[in-house]
C-alpha cells in the first residue's frame, strides 16, 4: 500500500521556536508539496520539490524553508514560530511525469503555536 | 499564473439529489489536468476524478462526473444521488505539464447532505 507519512498528527511549540515537520513517501515519487490548510483558504502551497536538493516557491513561502537531501523525504521548516502559522500542513508527492496521476496525501499535522 | 477557484463556500443538499460543485481555472498552458477531491471530517484527502485537458470525453467515475467545459475553463463536478456519506469538504485542483508541475488548489466546498 502505497504511503505518504507525515512524523506528527498533532504539535504544539512556542512562539520563537524552530519547528520540522517531516514527510516520507515510499512511492519513490520526484515531486513533492508542502501546503497549510486554513478555513475558507483552501489549501495553498508553500513549497514545492521536483527532485532532490531543488525547491521551488509556492504562493506562500514567508516564514518557511525546505529541505530535500534525499527523495523520499522532504521537510519543512518554521525558522521561528508565530502564532499567525497555527494550521493544519498537509505533505503530498507525485510521480515526476505524467499530467493525469493523482497527488498522494499524508494524513496532515495540526500544529499550534502558543 | 495557476489558479483555481470554487466560489461556493458551502452547499446543502438534500439525500438522493443531484449536486454541481463549481470550479474555474486559469491556465496558460494548452496542456494540463484537473482533479477533484474529496476531504472527510476524518482529515484524509481521497482522490475523485480526473480530466486531461485534451480528453475528448467528460471523466466519469461511478456516482461522480465531471462537467469539462474547456472554452469557459470550467470543471464542475458533479454528484449523483448524494448519499448522506457525501457530506465532506470538496478541492478542485490543477496541474500544469510546463514546469515543474506544481499543484495548486481551489478555497474548497463544505458540502452537506440533509436526510
Known amino acids: 500500500d502505497v504511503k505518504v507519512t507525515q512524523s506528527s498528527r498533532y504539535l504544539v511549540k512556542r512562539t520563537g521556536e524552530k519547528v520540522f515537520l517531516e514527510c516520507v513517501q515510499d512511492?519513490?515519487?520526484?515531486?513533492m508539496f508542502w501546503y497549510r490548510q486554513d478555513p475558507g483558504l483552501g489549501l495553498r502551497l508553500i513549497y514545492f520539490?521536483?527532485?532532490?536538493?531543488?525547491?521551488e516557491k509556492g504562493d506562500i513561502p514567508e516564514g518557511y524553508s525546505v529541505s530535500r537531501e534525499k527523495k523520499e523525504r522532504f521537510s519543512l521548516i518554521l525558522e521561528s514560530a508565530s502564532t499567525n502559522q497555527t494550521s493544519m500542513y498537509l505533505c503530498?508527492?507525485?510521480?515526476?511525469?505524467?499530467?493525469?496521476?493523482?497527488?498522494?496525501f499524508g494524513q496532515g499535522t495540526r500544529l499550534t503555536v502558543v | 499564473a495557476q489558479k483555481i477557484t470554487q466560489t461556493q463556500p458551502g452547499m446543502f443538499v438534500q439525500e438522493k439529489e443531484a449536486v454541481t460543485l463549481d470550479c474555474t481555472y486559469d491556465?496558460?498552458?494548452?496542456?494540463?489536468?484537473l482533479f477533484w477531491y474529496k476531504q472527510p471530517s476524518s482529515g484524509e484527502m481521497i482522490f475523485l476524478i480526473y480530466?486531461?485537458?485534451?480528453?475528448?470525453q467528460n471523466a466519469t467515475e461511478g456516482r461522480y462526473s465531471l462537467n469539462f467545459q474547456k472554452a469557459r475553463k470550467s470543471a464542475n463536478l458533479v454528484i449523483s444521488a448524494s448519499q448522506l456519506g457525501d457530506s465532506a469538504m470538496y478541492f478542485c485542483?490543477?496541474?500544469?505539464?510546463?514546469?515543474?508541475?506544481?499543484?495548486?488548489f481551489g478555497q474548497g466546498t463544505r458540502l452537506t447532505i440533509n436526510p
Open positions: 503530498a508527492s507525485t510521480p515526476g511525469t505524467g499530467v493525469n496521476t493523482e497527488a498522494f
Open positions: 512511492m519513490d515519487h520526484e515531486n
Open positions: 520539490s521536483y527532485d532532490v536538493k531543488m525547491k
Open positions: 491556465t496558460s498552458d494548452p496542456s494540463y489536468g
Open positions: 480530466q486531461g485537458s485534451y480528453d475528448q
Open positions: 485542483a490543477m496541474r500544469e505539464t510546463q514546469g515543474a508541475q506544481k499543484l495548486v
